[in-house]
């Protein structure tokens, strides 16, 4: 497509994103704090709007945590990459949507030094064959899994059963969106909106019946850092990173905040009961948090989901105000059920956060 | 690791050590020393932490001072958000540059010189350990909880229903064919281990435990002292208001 004048600015801030045909590579994180998320990324997709998304048995682990932890070589953690592209290759897909942040960070910086340094990526060709004896085609596309929810925004609003907005006011609910920093922030032009103006998250929000909120700190990372999350001892970097974004956001009074990267969600939302629980204090009304959720999550509210199969129960932050406020019906009694509604022993509760 | 050392004073040039990293040749450039990057760096608004200075030492090509930084406690503050990659005038990327001087702090054996930078031992332990037995970066399998107390209690009961709420929630868990957390084949982790031999991540993690065994000698310290200790000791001093 040609664009000109104004078009042509905004141009760099558009990503074409293919409707269909995507092999889709997990995210370590989303599986083990969100697995509900990933399930209704597909169930979306695939049942509801008809898309072809594969997925494959054998693909693994992009590597980017151990990388970003600096614990293997840049060629290891490209050459695990490559793998997963031969992976796609021999499935004959050439559009790749990858559930994690990082992945796709990973899997973008991959391709830019490949494109720049096309030795390293002969190289890479050299250890795939050698190790797993694979080849491999480069993505044609590469998409986070939030641009597709972003591209399918209209289609899932057409079917909405619930909107975001307060059933008692009328108003739209106040949204924060927070985007993963490894989304734009290294390769402005690979993101929808780039690093100035993503709109992936604020899109979907607005198209579902939200607003979303300014505030001073929107682009502040959530504070995961890698390392300085998962060793103990650098845990304060992640909390406090966290706690400046939310005195930040506190005096707009979100109703909600949406996230696109796996690890986000869960440190806003743990994060919170920390601070409950150390300060004190709380970011919602009447002792409760602000409820954090994925933006699958938030689509599957939107399109009637029940919330438990939804996993709202797996956050510390508990969901129910929300849910009142969009005027979602919920079993409380089923909140903490197992399979088959098996009645399990409900969860500790938390000495200050309220969870329900 | 003595053959390291002695090629390292043979040569004395760790610039050009660095510049062989393809993270420094793309996230290093000329600074102007405007400072956006320290301004913005969420690193250096709670650690001791100048990512501006660090870019301005390394393009001073000065050995003896990209040493120090190589044995030092702030090169494992940055927390690779990249944040500092977007707003760069000259487009440097601070983060890349951390990731190169890291990568050479590890395979030089530096990382033992400091307190965060000995936490490569327990990040390698449990981040390659996941990768080559699970085939994920983390998995619930070992995420311990008395490790994590920020999880919640919400956490716990998912750990210790593991099965039940999963499988609610539509996961694979424990088991073989496609979906969440499900169990990756022995021949895909095969695969990831021949990748690891081959592109020289099984050198280095033999090396970083070679380094840390060392170190706990020094130290006094068993190595599952050592793993606990780097883990979880925090000393005074990391932090701007200390
Ligand atoms: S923003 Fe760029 S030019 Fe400015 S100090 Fe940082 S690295 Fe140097
Ligand atoms: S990548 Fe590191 S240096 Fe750059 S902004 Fe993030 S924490 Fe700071």
Redesign the pocket.
Known sequence: MIYQGKQKIWSDYQKEIPDNHWFYVRSCIRQSFFPASEHYFLKICRDLLDRDIYESAHHTTCGGIAYHCDTIPQETAMTIVARQFALMTEAGYENLVTSCITSFGNYTEILETWREFPELEARVREHLWKSCRREFRKPVYLAHASDLVYKLRDEIAARARFSLVDKETGEPLKIVEHIGCHYSKMFPHKGVGGAEYPCVLSGMAEAWGGKVIDYPERRHCCGFGFRQYLVKANRGYSMSNTYKKFESMEPYHPDVIITNCPGCPFFLDRWQYVISEQEGKTYGPDGHGIPVLTYEELAGLVLGFDPWDLGLQVHQVGPEPLLDKMGIPYDPSAKYNGLDRKKLMTPGLPAVLKCC | MEKKVLYLLNMGKLFDELSKDYRFKEGFKT???????TAICPAAEFYKYD??KI?DIVQRKDDDEILALLKSETIWYCGECMS?MT????K?A?GLVIMALRNLSAKLGYFTCSEKGRQLYPLTKVLTGNILKLGYCVHPDTYKYEDHPESGPVFKWVLDNKEEVYGRLGANYGRQGTGALRVIPKEDLDELQAIFDETGATERIDFVEKCSEQKAREMGMTMEEYGKYTFEHCSRGHFNDE
């Open positions: 600074c102007i020393n405007c400072g956006t990057c990512p501006r870019l500092c707003r760069c005038p000259r440097n601070a």
